[in-house]
């Protein structure tokens, strides 16, 4: 059986198990939050849904089981938005050809999906002038509806209550906390310290959230009961990184690391909400963070320009996407690849290369697990690697495509980005 026979049949096994409602077994393990192993129940903000497994928080998302009901008819496609060219193509995974492609707003970043599931974002932040947008996608259709006008929405995440969209406006150093249906201001939290504010991850209980400052090396943390900044932590560079560039056999790969400062990028918790990973551009590693101290305990040597993170679907690895140069704008065919972390050691277990070159970027994981899907920022395609054997398959689609979506994902809700479910 080739590769798109095999990933055409779990496409149709999952609409089969959502259609089934098999899904709706993890809806009776949420009133008994707390009872996993005997641990204790996690009190969290009002609003939020409970805790199922206080040692896992990726839980609820783990496979076709737990995708739900409501997703029956949702239609299975990667959406890719392309910054540079004002679009968003659609790939239809079976086909592993782009099927659609429609105009969006100015400079997509991301496409984010809304907390209910039931609408997806394309994030038009509009570099460098006040036209940004926010472009809504029903996933049922896969077609757009009317843009709402965003004031610089780089990147978009939901309170874990689901009271409100958190658009990053990244220029502007500032959250901007909005209804997440109608896109309505409701507050602000200033994050001045914060340059180049862009990814996040939520405590397991729903009362901090932790945001990358891509341009001054560190983390924001984010009160969110209280609405402000509760602090900074920067994070420290290696002493050595790898070359993005081509060497001679022979010649060293790595070189001294003079950079002042890290690159800081995705960021996300270990399944016992306990640690904090974040992958960083100019570290060419994930730092790893004690939550609850707020300082770094290890550093993890990863790749060439780590930048995305994606949790295994059974919740015991970590997906690293390493783009392959330190530079923003970068070289096509550079030396990009994925590392697989393994959670409960924080050892690395496999490296991906991507062959004869590239520059994977941001995605996320199909709902049976199967394949990582990844952007080729630098190299106008995305990438799909087998999760088993780290083969890669590549789709040509627009103009530095991004951060794309898999769609439909397990879980009962959506804190945002790429497909941050829980």
Not at 97 to 102: A, E, G, H, N, R
């Given at each position: 059986?080739?590769?798109?026979?095999?990933s055409a049949l779990s496409l149709l096994a999952i609409a089969a198990l959502a259609a089934a409602g098999v899904a709706a077994h993890h809806v009776s393990h949420a009133a008994a939050a707390g009872t996993v192993a005997g641990a204790p129940a996690v009190a969290t903000v009002p609003g939020m849904p409970p805790v199922v497994d206080p040692n896992n928080l990726y839980s609820e998302t783990e496979g076709p089981a737990h995708l739900s009901p409501a997703l029956k008819d949702d239609l299975v496609r990667v959406y890719v938005p392309n910054l540079?060219?004002?679009?968003?193509?659609?790939?239809?995974?079976?086909q592993m050809?782009?099927?659609?492609?429609?105009k969006v707003g100015q400079a997509?970043?991301?496409?984010?999906?809304?907390?209910?599931?039931?609408?997806l974002w394309a994030a038009n932040n509009a570099e460098r002038s006040s036209n940004g947008s926010l472009t809504p996608i029903d996933p049922r259709t896969g077609k757009t509806g009317a843009a709402i006008p965003v004031d610089d929405p780089?990147?978009?995440y939901f309170t874990p209550d689901g009271k409100s969209a958190i658009v990053v406006a990244e220029a502007r150093h500032r959250l901007d906390f909005r209804d997440p249906k109608t896109m309505a201001l409701q507050y602000s939290i200033d994050a001045p310290k914060c340059g180049g504010i862009n990814h996040a991850d939520f405590s397991i209980d729903g009362?901090?959230?932790?945001?990358?400052?891509e341009f001054d090396g560190s983390i924001a943390r984010i009160d969110l009961v209280d609405r402000k900044v509760s602090g900074y932590l920067v994070l420290p560079m290696p002493s050595t990184r790898l070359k993005d560039r081509a060497v001679p056999p022979g010649s060293p790969t790595t070189e001294v690391c003079t950079s002042k400062k890290g690159m800081p990028q995705d960021i996300r918790f270990s399944p016992d909400g306990k640690k904090l990973y974040v992958a960083d551009m100019e570290a060419d590693g994930v730092h790893v963070v004690d939550a609850a101290a707020f300082k770094e305990v290890a550093f993890i040597g990863t790749g060439v320009a780590a930048h995305g993170l994606y949790p295994s679907r059974d919740g015991k690895k970590l997906y690293v996407a390493n783009r392959g140069s330190h530079r923003i704008h970068g070289p096509r065919k550079g030396p990009g690849s994925v590392t697989v972390l393994d959670f409960a050691t924080d050892k690395i277990v496999a490296t991906w290369p991507v062959p004869g070159g590239g520059s994977p970027d941001m995605g996320n994981v199909t709902a049976d697990g199967k394949y990582l899907w990844l952007s080729g920022r630098y190299d106008d395609v995305v990438y799909r690697f087998d999760t088993a054997t780290g083969e890669v398959h590549q789709v040509a689609v627009g103009q530095e495509p991004h951060g794309l979506t898999v769609w439909p994902q397990p879980g009962r809700y959506s804190l945002?980005?790429?497909?941050n479910l829980r």
């Open positions: 059986m080739n590769a798109n026979s095999r540079r060219g004002n679009s968003v193509s659609v790939i239809d995974p079976a050809k782009v099927v659609d492609t429609f997509p970043q991301h496409v984010v999906v809304g907390y209910d599931l039931r609408t780089y990147n978009m009362r901090t959230a932790f945001f990358t400052c945002g980005h790429t497909g």
